[in-house]
Structure formats: C-alpha cells, structure tokens
C-alpha cells in the first residue's frame, strides 16, 4: 500500500486555531511569503518551475510555465492581474471549499508569493456563489490580513503594493472556464472567450492574467518552505508534489483526502487509510477517475495512479481530482444520463455542436434507459459527441472551449467501454436494473 510521505496541503489543518491569523503564524505562517520578498521575482518563478508543481484545477498545466508567458513590463507596460479559480463545480471534487475553511492564509500567502512573482498588483479570488461557509472564512481572513500590514499599500512591510479580492460566483458551472472567469469577473455574462489569446496575454480588462487553482497556489509556501526538489521528489519526477483528492460514491468511506502521486485508484478505494474498499457484496463496475468530465474506466484499470500523465493511455485524465466509483448494482446507463444531463443544463449555448449536441444526447440516453432505445442509437451518441469532441480524445474538441468535451467525453467512454450494459436495456426494452432509486448519484429524476 501507497503511505502518503508527507503531507503538503492538509498538514497543519485542525491545528490549533490554524484558520485564524494568530493559529497560522504560530504553526510558521508567512515566513515563506517574507522570504520570497527577498528573491528576485524571475528566481521564484524558476523555483515554481522546478518543483514540478502543476496546476490542479483539471488540465495539469505547469504552473511556473505558464506564469512564464506573462510578457515582461519592457514588453507589455499593462498592470497584470492574479486570478485565483475557487468556482469549484465538477461534480465530483469537493478540495478547493476545505482549503478556504480549513487554510484560508495558506492560499493567502501563495497569493501574495505568486502576484510578487508575477507583477501583479492585485488578486481577484474568484469563489463558488454557493460556498457561503467558506467564503466567510476567506473573508475574514484577507480582513486579518488586511489589519495587520500584510497586503495593502506595503506587502509585509515592503514597498510593493498588493490587494486580495473575493468576488462571488452565482451557480453557474461554466464560470470555472478561466476565460468565462475572467467574463464574469468584469461583470459580464460568463461566456468563454476564443483562444488565442490566452489569459496570460490578455486576460482581465485586456491585462496580462493567470488563472490558477486554489490548490495550486497554496502549495506555493510549502514549495519555499522545503524547496522545489524536496517538492519534486514528493511527487513523480514529473508532476511535483501531492494532491488532494474527493473519494465518493460505493466505498465504504468516502471523503477528501491528500494522498501522493504514486498512490493508485485501486488503493484509494481500498486503503484502511482511505476508501476502505466496498460495500459488502458489491464490486467495482466502473471509476469516473477525475471529475464527472473525466472518461470512465472499468474495474480493470484502476491500476493507474493518480498522476497527470498516467491516465493517458487510459484515454482519460487526472482531472480535478473527483474520484467517483460504481458498484455492479449502479445502472451504468442511468449514471451517464445523470451526467450527460448536467452537460446539457450548464452549456452556455454559444457553439452549435455543444448547445443542441448536449440536450440531444442526453435525450437519447435518457431514451435507451426508459427501454424504448434502438441499436442505430449508440452510433447516434458516439456521431454527436465526436461532432463535439473526437474520440479517442486528443485533448482538443471543436467547441470554444473544453465544456464541449466535457460532455463528449463521458459519452464516448461509457459506450465504448460499457456497451454490453446499453445494448442490454435495448435488447430487454427496459431497464435491468428494474425502478432502483438514484442511490449514490442523487435524488435525481
Ligand atoms: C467547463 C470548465 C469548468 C472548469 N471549472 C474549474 C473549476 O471549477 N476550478 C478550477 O480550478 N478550474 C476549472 N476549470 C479549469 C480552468 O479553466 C483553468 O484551467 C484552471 O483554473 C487553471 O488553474 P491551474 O493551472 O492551477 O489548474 C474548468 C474548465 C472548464 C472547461
Ligand atoms: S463549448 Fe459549450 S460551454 Fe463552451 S463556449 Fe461552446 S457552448 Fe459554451
């Protein structure tokens, strides 16, 4: 079994009153920040670089690379912005929220380490509409922070000046789309833009921006407490560091839990230490292994550790972490309806493919579940969500942005990989599976 080897996000989380300023700077808080003031700007981006520390918002981007594409002030003279993405929707991952709660100054003082490093002179917090609880924590926080010197017209004293905004979704999934971020956050609908150019060019209000994750940037104090090798060698040799990760559906206990990069989905799901395996009489049918958007994978392959690059030959992705398993009672057809349903709802309209693809397949599914399917159906799906996406998927769909894939993906896999379980309901003319209520997916109707 996988044993975490050290813990980076979660380990000072419930000690002491560590969500507080006071609890954090007694367990080290802020001394990392201090630090880097001291550094010149492009050095911490080196230092990024090397811990092999890459973005955990879904695609798995290196975070220093990125940050590396903001132009120079000899080249671009525009003020440069921060965004931190805390909209957190996939369904599935449940992290981002426990940091703000947990450690709202660790994502603080990543903040304050990232926008020294790139420029930035201020920092818009972008927060899920529905994380009432959280988002207060996280007010309070930069409130703290704000009283006691640490942003403001002097970071930590200095003379650099930094400013931390939270502003707060309003339910919508696609917000989580940097670019529809970044819409939304200069208070327009949250339409994703076409890229190029991207964010780190022009991003908000025309200005060079980088859009990370909650988790990413709160790796950064740990990065320059311990250094960048130390934080490689906790990881792979090619992604740096842990993750976090949200455990649900048929296990015996679900939950987030930070493991190492090496861990694999089999033993998240039976480790004593995690998922404590399944259910009495039941197996594993099928792991969605990174968010609902993620391609599904059969009880065969949960062999694959939970690194970014190790899904590739799966045709699947770490994604943002959401590990969702089913059991041999979950109706596979009726779970991809599930998900194909809320593709179809969040879809912002603007592509063709997307906005009529999406309803249309989940109209099919939905037909195939409730036994009045035909085989010529399953080539439909796959024609419609390869008119979106192609499948096996090359990591770029037709659409303006990866929604469309999003949606595409979770089609294509089931039917590939499960086609037997839908054949089935259309062979039998009804659901095997009988009237079960949605169980580990929902109340859903
Ligand atoms: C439809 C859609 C929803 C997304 N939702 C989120 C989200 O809730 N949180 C997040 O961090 N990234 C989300 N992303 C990924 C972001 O576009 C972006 O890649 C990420 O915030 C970059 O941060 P990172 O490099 O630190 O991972 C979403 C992407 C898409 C296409
Ligand atoms: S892919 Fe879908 S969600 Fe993304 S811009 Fe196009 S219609 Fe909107």
């Given at each position: 079994m996988s044993v975490l080897a050290e813990k980076v996000i979660t380990r000072d989380w419930f000690k002491g009153s560590n969500h507080t300023l006071e609890g954090y700077k007694k367990n080290g808080g802020y001394e990392q920040l201090k630090r880097a003031l001291t550094m010149q700007p492009a050095a911490i981006t080196d230092e990024v670089k090397k811990s092999g520390l890459r973005g955990r918002g879904g695609a798995g981007f290196p975070t220093g690379l990125k940050w590396s594409f903001v132009p120079s002030l000899e080249k671009n003279t525009k003020p440069r912005y921060l965004a931190i993405n805390a909209d957190e929707s996939e369904p599935g991952t449940a992290k981002d929220r426990f940091i703000l709660e947990n450690d709202p100054h660790l994502l603080l003082e990543g903040i304050g380490i990232a926008c020294y490093a790139l420029g930035a002179h201020a920092c818009y917090i972008y927060a899920r509409g529905e994380f009432k609880g959280p988002s207060a924590v996280l007010d309070a926080a930069i409130d703290e922070a704000n009283k006691a010197g640490i942003f403001g017209k002097k970071l930590m004293g200095t003379d650099y000046e930094l400013n931390v905004f939270q502003v707060r979704g309003a339910g919508a999934y696609i917000c989580g789309e940097e670019t529809a971020l970044l819409e939304s956050l200069e208070g327009k609908k949250g339409w994703p833009r076409l890229k190029p150019p991207f964010p780190a060019v022009v991003g908000l209000f025309g200005c060079p921006t980088v859009v990370n994750n909650v988790e990413t940037i709160a790796s950064l104090p740990r990065i320059f407490e311990k250094g960048a090798d130390w934080f490689m060698k906790l990881g792979t040799g090619k992604s740096g560091g842990t993750r976090l990760v949200t455990l649900s559906g048929s296990v015996n206990r679900p939950g987030t839990y930070e493991v190492g990069m090496d861990t694999s989905l089999r033993?998240?799901?039976?480790?004593?230490?995690?998922?404590?395996?399944?259910?009495e009489g039941v197996n594993v049918k099928a792991v969605i292994p990174g968010g609902s958007s993620a391609p599904v994978l059969t009880a065969e392959e949960m062999d694959v550790k939970l690194e970014f690059d190790a899904f590739k030959p799966l045709q699947s992705m770490a994604g943002s972490?959401?590990?969702?398993?089913m059991d041999d009672k979950t109706c596979i057809v009726r779970s991809l309806w599930r998900v194909a349903r809320f593709y179809a709802e969040e879809s912002c309209g603007q592509c063709t493919p997307c906005r009529e693809g999406q309803p249309w397949m989940a109209r099919i599914i939905r037909k195939i579940e409730e036994g009045?399917?035909?085989?010529?159906?399953?080539?439909?799906l796959m024609n419609v969500a390869s008119a979106i996406a192609p499948w096996p998927p090359i990591g770029l769909g037709n659409t303006i942005c990866a929604l469309g894939d999003a949606g595409a993906l979770p089609v294509q896999s089931f039917v590939t990989k499960f086609r037997k379980d839908f054949e089935e309901h259309i062979?039998?003319?009804?659901?095997?599976?009988g009237d079960q209520p949605w169980g580990h997916f929902g109340d859903f109707k």
């Amino acid at each position: 079994m996988s044993v975490l080897a050290e813990k980076v996000i979660t380990r000072d989380w419930f000690k002491g009153s560590n969500h507080t300023l006071e609890g954090y700077k007694k367990n080290g808080g802020y001394e990392q920040l201090k630090r880097a003031l001291t550094m010149q700007p492009a050095a911490i981006t080196d230092e990024v670089k090397k811990s092999g520390l890459r973005g955990r918002g879904g695609a798995g981007f290196p975070t220093g690379l990125k940050w590396s594409f903001v132009p120079s002030l000899e080249k671009n003279t525009k003020p440069r912005y921060l965004a931190i993405n805390a909209d957190e929707s996939e369904p599935g991952t449940a992290k981002d929220r426990f940091i703000l709660e947990n450690d709202p100054h660790l994502l603080l003082e990543g903040i304050g380490i990232a926008c020294y490093a790139l420029g930035a002179h201020a920092c818009y917090i972008y927060a899920r509409g529905e994380f009432k609880g959280p988002s207060a924590v996280l007010d309070a926080a930069i409130d703290e922070a704000n009283k006691a010197g640490i942003f403001g017209k002097k970071l930590m004293g200095t003379d650099y000046e930094l400013n931390v905004f939270q502003v707060r979704g309003a339910g919508a999934y696609i917000c989580g789309e940097e670019t529809a971020l970044l819409e939304s956050l200069e208070g327009k609908k949250g339409w994703p833009r076409l890229k190029p150019p991207f964010p780190a060019v022009v991003g908000l209000f025309g200005c060079p921006t980088v859009v990370n994750n909650v988790e990413t940037i709160a790796s950064l104090p740990r990065i320059f407490e311990k250094g960048a090798d130390w934080f490689m060698k906790l990881g792979t040799g090619k992604s740096g560091g842990t993750r976090l990760v949200t455990l649900s559906g048929s296990v015996n206990r679900p939950g987030t839990y930070e493991v190492g990069m090496d861990t694999s989905l089999r033993e998240l799901i039976y480790d004593p230490a995690y998922g404590q395996g399944m259910p009495e009489g039941v197996n594993v049918k099928a792991v969605i292994p990174g968010g609902s958007s993620a391609p599904v994978l059969t009880a065969e392959e949960m062999d694959v550790k939970l690194e970014f690059d190790a899904f590739k030959p799966l045709q699947s992705m770490a994604g943002s972490g959401g590990v969702m398993v089913m059991d041999d009672k979950t109706c596979i057809v009726r779970s991809l309806w599930r998900v194909a349903r809320f593709y179809a709802e969040e879809s912002c309209g603007q592509c063709t493919p997307c906005r009529e693809g999406q309803p249309w397949m989940a109209r099919i599914i939905r037909k195939i579940e409730e036994g009045r399917g035909e085989m010529s159906d399953l080539d439909t799906l796959m024609n419609v969500a390869s008119a979106i996406a192609p499948w096996p998927p090359i990591g770029l769909g037709n659409t303006i942005c990866a929604l469309g894939d999003a949606g595409a993906l979770p089609v294509q896999s089931f039917v590939t990989k499960f086609r037997k379980d839908f054949e089935e309901h259309i062979r039998l003319k009804r659901c095997p599976h009988g009237d079960q209520p949605w169980g580990h997916f929902g109340d859903f109707k």
